[in-house]
């Protein structure tokens, strides 16, 4: 009986060593293929200890409470968000169902059957049975459930942080879709009044004509000048219209009305957004979730290649049953229909074609697809964040330079204007100031929204935006 016992505690300790095995490769980050520093890194100083973008609040970020309200509505009613969670609560459910691959299954049975075992004679049979069993459980010696439960998690993680990379992008989306609306304002407003400006010329000019002061030339000028600008209002209208639709996607709900600043206050008015530093590119690592989705389906991979492994082995089954069995319903559960089974069986792969073999060149070939994606979304994070803070950089600069030479057409106009009204300058002359003062007013317009957009994007780039309070 001792050496009995001592032989059951050898088998099972050994059967736990085995147990605790993984195939699994040593999992290694791999080097981030980027430079250490990026480019422009100082273009805007920011103040010591300032925390980084990730860790700030979207709320203490978009302060406006416009703005603030539009974003509550795109985080509660965007499909794509609602897609995102949805696809986090399906990978955390597989994820369970893999898992329980490690425990066994145990299941109650009951049946019954009658049977005339030959068409000769009058004999009829009856077996029934009631008990508890565990059918064809797997003894993880080597690890294969449990590499397939690590992949599974891994997927879950990756779902997770790609369901924060859907909400930073659809709050900057949502950002930038707004400055886009009020920035279609405030150039529908500069047409506006350029179109009352080029209609008092077109007036004036067809009295001087009349008169025969004007030629025909300056006359027709003026009125394709005039049509032109009622042409443009018309594309900005429709462009606004687009602009709004396209918001509203991103909602998935109409665009409040009281959300959309009035044409008079346009994008000077609004609040600055806070200077975020832009930090070392290995902060993106920590920060960026597209990139740790990234790398947790580069560690699915890596998992999925110890089950690849493992398949190369024994594999271990268990099948075994507890309860009664009897002729007679009624004697069901007396004394002595008590039945029991235990039934292992290991299987040991021989031949298969070489399946085994092709699995695991192609978990192989998947771990480098996976390194070679996890590196690409490093780069293109770099990329991001360096294009981002080329705008931070030279965007100050030319929105002052396009401000001041929008205030120099204005003033050339108005000499224009009383020029010709003074008969002194020609038609032309005053046309051409028009246009000049025109055009730079709408490129100031749009290089003002393009600096403020470059802000949101700079904050999404670095992480920001799904951290909340």
């Given at each position: 009986?001792?050496?009995?016992?001592?032989?059951?505690?050898?088998?099972?300790?050994?059967?736990?060593?085995?147990?605790?095995?993984?195939?699994?490769?040593?999992?290694?980050?791999?080097?981030?293929?980027?430079?250490?520093?990026?480019?422009?890194?100082?273009?805007?100083?920011?103040?010591?200890?300032?925390?980084?973008?990730?860790?700030?609040?979207?709320?203490?970020?978009?302060?406006?409470?416009?703005?603030?309200?539009?974003?509550?509505?795109?985080?509660?009613?965007?499909?794509?968000?609602?897609?995102?969670?949805?696809?986090?609560?399906?990978?955390?459910?597989?994820?369970?169902?893999?898992?329980?691959?490690?425990?066994?299954?145990?299941?109650?049975?009951?049946?019954?059957?009658?049977?005339?075992?030959?068409?000769?004679?009058?004999?009829?049979?009856?077996?029934?049975?009631?008990?508890?069993?565990?059918?064809?459980?797997?003894?993880?010696?080597?690890?294969?459930?449990?590499?397939?439960?690590?992949?599974?998690?891994?997927?879950?993680?990756?779902?997770?942080?790609?369901?924060?990379?859907?909400?930073?992008?659809?709050?900057?989306?949502?950002?930038?879709?707004?400055?886009?609306?009020?920035?279609?304002?405030?150039?529908?407003?500069?047409?506006?009044?350029?179109?009352?400006?080029?209609?008092?010329?077109?007036?004036?000019?067809?009295?001087?004509?009349?008169?025969?002061?004007?030629?025909?030339?300056?006359?027709?000028?003026?009125?394709?000048?005039?049509?032109?600008?009622?042409?443009?209002?018309?594309?900005?209208?429709?462009?606004?219209?687009?602009?709004?639709?396209?918001?509203?996607?991103?909602?998935?709900?109409?665009?409040?009305?009281?959300?959309?600043?009035?044409?008079?206050?346009?994008?000077?008015?609004?609040?600055?957004?806070?200077?975020?530093?832009?930090?070392?590119?290995?902060?993106?690592?920590?920060?960026?979730?597209?990139?740790?989705?990234?790398?947790?389906?580069?560690?699915?991979?890596?998992?999925?290649?110890?089950?690849?492994?493992?398949?190369?082995?024994?594999?271990?089954?268990?099948?075994?049953?507890?309860?009664?069995?009897?002729?007679?319903?009624?004697?069901?559960?007396?004394?002595?229909?008590?039945?029991?089974?235990?039934?292992?069986?290991?299987t040991l792969p021989i031949f298969n074609a070489g399946a085994n073999q092709a699995n695991l060149d192609s978990a192989r070939a998947g771990q480098k697809i996976a390194v070679a994606q996890y590196e690409k979304s490093i780069q293109s994070a770099f990329r991001e964040v360096a294009d981002a803070l080329a705008g931070r950089a030279t965007y100050d600069e030319e929105l002052r330079a396009l401000v001041a030479q929008s205030k120099a057409e204005e003033t050339r106009f108005q000499l224009s204007d009383m020029r010709y009204r003074g008969g002194v300058a020609s038609g032309l002359d005053l046309l051409d100031a028009q246009r000049s003062l025109f055009t730079s007013q709408l490129a100031t317009a749009q290089i003002r929204q393009q600096r403020l957009q470059n802000q949101v994007v700079l904050y999404k780039t670095l992480g920001?935006?799904?951290?909340?309070?």
């Open positions: 009986m001792t050496k009995r016992f001592i032989t059951t505690a050898l088998a099972g300790a050994a059967a736990l060593m085995l147990a605790g095995c993984s195939l699994i490769p040593t999992y290694e980050r791999p080097a981030a293929p980027v430079p250490a520093t990026f480019p422009n890194a100082a273009a805007a100083p920011t103040a010591p200890g300032q925390p980084p973008a990730a860790t700030v609040a979207w709320q203490d970020y978009f302060t406006d409470p416009r703005l603030q309200q539009l974003i509550h509505l795109a985080l509660t009613n965007n499909r794509d968000l609602q897609v995102s969670i949805l696809n986090i609560e399906q990978a955390r459910a597989q994820f369970q169902i893999t898992r329980a691959a490690l425990y066994p299954a145990l299941n109650a049975s009951a049946s019954g059957t009658r049977q005339r075992p030959s068409l000769v004679g009058d004999g009829v049979s009856s077996v029934y049975s009631v008990g508890l069993g565990v059918t064809a459980w797997e003894l993880d010696f080597f690890g294969r459930v449990a590499s397939l439960k690590d992949a599974a998690l891994a997927q879950y993680l990756a779902t997770e942080e790609a369901r924060k990379a859907t909400q930073i992008s659809l709050i900057a989306s949502v950002a930038n879709g707004w400055l886009a609306v009020l920035g279609d304002d405030e150039a529908l407003e500069i047409t506006r009044r350029t179109m009352v400006t080029r209609d008092d010329s077109l007036k004036l000019t067809k009295l001087r004509f009349d008169n025969g002061v004007a030629s025909e030339i300056d006359y027709r000028f003026a009125e394709a000048q005039a049509e032109t600008a009622r042409a443009t209002y018309a594309q900005q209208q429709r462009l606004r219209l687009q602009d709004e639709n396209a918001l509203a996607l991103l909602l998935g709900a109409p665009v409040p009305p009281e959300t959309i600043v009035g044409a008079a206050e346009g994008l000077q008015a609004l609040a600055p957004m806070p200077e975020v530093p832009a930090g070392l590119p290995s902060d993106l690592l920590v920060e960026r979730p597209d990139i740790r989705a990234a790398e947790q389906q580069l560690i699915a991979a890596n998992a999925n290649i110890g089950a690849a492994r493992a398949a190369f082995f024994p594999r271990v089954t268990l099948t075994t049953s507890i309860g009664t069995t009897s002729s007679e319903f009624s004697n069901l559960f007396s004394s002595g229909t008590k039945a029991w089974a235990f039934a292992p069986q290991i920001g935006g799904w951290a909340t309070r």
